[in-house]
T-cell receptor, first 116, second 113 residues
């Protein structure tokens, strides 16, 4: 079974500073990887996904992530944090779950706090 | 409206009662999923469905039952609710293929007293 590790359950950065949220996965083959964002009392919204094309993936709201196979990592970054970025962020990896279906295995999430 | 909806959004029930959470999607997606979200655990898969009348267990299926008589609906039933099933439940759907993102509903916050 796949596993996803997100380092840091809470990350705090100042407005305008670099955002770095870490994600490592366990997989012997290149997986499909996703970052989702969850704003308070809402469902999950896709930020970006890696599907074996470019290793540097650009997403919405200025976020991007780089797939590094040698490090089994897919860290999420944003050059300059904005107050509206405060949310819960989830890294996820696809996993075969039978019946031709591909499920998602999620990390435990990182709560991003933006300091004014 | 197009999209994926869940009802109710909030539910309070008592231990031992049966509860059904509804999920409806308008995209005719083949695959549908139920997750529960708990602090410190992220999201965990309860059940999934590859098509109408095809369902299977996920990581944490005990105490839950699903059905899928129509492609667009995927209800989740707690046959006899327990306090440990207090959680936020998310339904998701996707067309097919592992590179396709899953689209999530807004969630149902369930409290079992």
């Amino acid at each position: 079974a796949q596993s996803v590790t997100q380092l840091g359950s809470h990350v705090s950065v100042s407005e305008g500073a670099l955002v770095l949220l870490r994600c490592n996965y366990s997989s012997s083959v290149p997986p499909y990887l996703f970052w989702y964002v969850q704003y308070p009392n809402q469902g999950l919204q896709l930020l970006l996904k890696y599907t074996s094309a470019a290793t540097l993936v650009k997403g919405i709201n200025g976020f991007e992530a780089e797939f590094k196979k040698s490090e089994t990592s897919f860290h999420l970054t944003k050059p300059s944090a904005h107050m509206s970025d405060a949310a819960e962020y989830f890294c996820a990896v696809t996993e075969k779950i039978g019946g031709g279906a591909d499920g998602l295995t999620f990390g435990k999430g990182t709560h991003l706090i933006i300091q004014p | 409206d197009a999209g994926i909806t869940q009802s109710p959004r909030y539910k309070i029930t008592e231990t031992g009662r049966q509860v059904t959470l509804m999920c409806h999607q308008t995209w005719s997606h083949s695959y549908m999923f139920w997750y529960r979200q708990d602090l410190g655990h992220g999201l965990r898969l309860i059940y999934y469905s590859a098509a109408a009348d095809i369902t299977d267990k996920g990581e944490v299926p005990d105490g839950y039952v699903v059905s899928r008589s129509k492609t667009e609906n995927f209800p989740l039933t707690l046959e006899s609710a327990t306090r440990s099933q207090t959680s936020v439940y998310f339904c998701a759907s996707t067309h097919s293929g592992s590179s396709n993102e899953q689209f999530f509903g807004p969630g149902t916050r369930l409290t079992v007293l």
